[in-house]
């Protein structure tokens, strides 16, 4: 299994039950997989599981959590049921992302199209232009998702330039591209130290909760970027998790006379990492599956 196939296997699955009223209640999803869910106060860092009860999988998901967060556990523990993995949750940190086993990536890019599915995310952005803090935050609470998770999602759906980068303590985690970028190689490497110069950089710096917006020199973020443009970067800052996110984005004539090298990869080179998936990583204690 790849990223391609958990995309198709999801956008299945979506196109199997009525999405209406999916932004308000998932229990369509549920009656689809034939689960059932529950809520209990789960143990600090444990967001839910799934067990199989007389043949039906119950899904149990962290009472003391966000409803956001809430949400994106049911989807993920959908995507388990759906596609088959077995779930990995346990001994991986908070900070651990790269390390989490991939059967946890994989249900983690499921949920995402669970949550915000693709057509209709896409047609909410077609027409709004370039990104703006309130646009992320009026897509996240649309669909009730986080703002990291929003924000993932439009670089990885819109037409414009754009990428989403997630930075644990000072170490990048992942960077999502719009497929504009990944069409011109534009690439910033995961497990590298969050660049100088950058809004992230300067936010993390302050160790306290913010947010920012400002332009930057393109080479900040992208090395192997020959045109000298400069970027929009919108950031947060989460003093509480030491995490901070990014959204980057140019005009499409700032990219338009790139050329990239034949021997130059254009798709997630991310060690199957993908999309921010909820408001922290998924920290696990056991699993029961």
């Known amino acids: 299994m790849d990223e391609a196939d958990v995309l198709w296997k999801a956008r299945q699955f979506v196109a199997s039950v009525d999405t209406?009223?999916?932004?308000?209640?998932?229990?369509?999803?549920v009656d689809a997989a034939k689960a059932?869910?529950?809520?209990?106060?789960?143990?600090?860092?444990?967001?839910?599981?799934?067990?199989?009860?007389?043949?039906?999988?119950?899904?149990?998901?962290?009472?003391?959590?966000?409803p956001e967060r809430q949400r994106f556990t049911i989807c993920h523990e959908i995507a388990?049921?759906?596609?088959?993995?077995?779930?990995?949750h346990d001994e991986i940190p908070s900070?651990?992302?790269?390390?989490?086993?991939?059967?946890?990536?994989?249900?983690?890019?499921?949920?995402?199209?669970?949550?915000?599915p693709y057509d209709i995310f896409r047609a909410k952005i077609r027409d709004e232009g370039e990104p703006s803090e309130e646009l992320i935050e009026s897509l996240a609470s649309e669909f009730r998702t986080s703002f990291p998770a929003a924000g993932s999602r439009f670089a990885a759906v819109t037409d414009l330039p754009c990428a989403f980068v997630t930075?644990?303590?000072?170490?990048?985690?992942?960077?999502?591209?719009?497929?504009?970028?990944r069409k011109i190689g534009a690439w910033i490497a995961p497990k590298s130290p969050v660049p100088t110069g950058s809004v992230a950089h300067r936010l993390r710096a302050d160790e306290v909760n913010g947010s920012a917006t400002q332009e930057v020199a393109q080479d900040i973020w992208f090395s192997d970027w020959e045109k000298d443009r400069d970027l929009w970067e919108m950031s947060r800052h989460y003093a509480r998790f030491d995490q901070t996110v990014s959204?980057?984005?140019?005009?499409?004539?700032?990219?338009?006379?790139?050329?990239?090298?034949?021997?130059?990869?254009?798709?997630?080179e991310n060690d199957g990492l993908s999309e921010l998936t909820g408001e922290l990583p998924w920290p696990g204690k056991r699993s029961r599956r």
């Open 20 to 29: 209406s009223n999916i932004h308000v209640d998932l229990n369509a999803y």
């Open 36 to 66: 059932k869910v529950g809520f209990e106060e789960l143990e600090d860092g444990e967001s839910g599981y799934t067990i199989n009860v007389k043949g039906q999988p119950r899904i149990t998901v962290n009472s003391l959590e966000t």
């Open 80 to 88: 388990h049921i759906v596609l088959g993995l077995v779930s990995q």
């Open 95 to 116: 900070w651990g992302y790269a390390k989490r086993d991939i059967n946890e990536t994989w249900c983690d890019v499921f949920a995402a199209e669970l949550l915000m």
């Open 167 to 181: 930075i644990d303590r000072s170490i990048i985690r992942y960077a999502s591209r719009s497929l504009s970028l």
């Open 247 to 268: 959204l980057l984005w140019c005009d499409e004539d700032d990219i338009s006379d790139v050329e990239v090298s034949r021997t130059r990869l254009t798709t997630y």
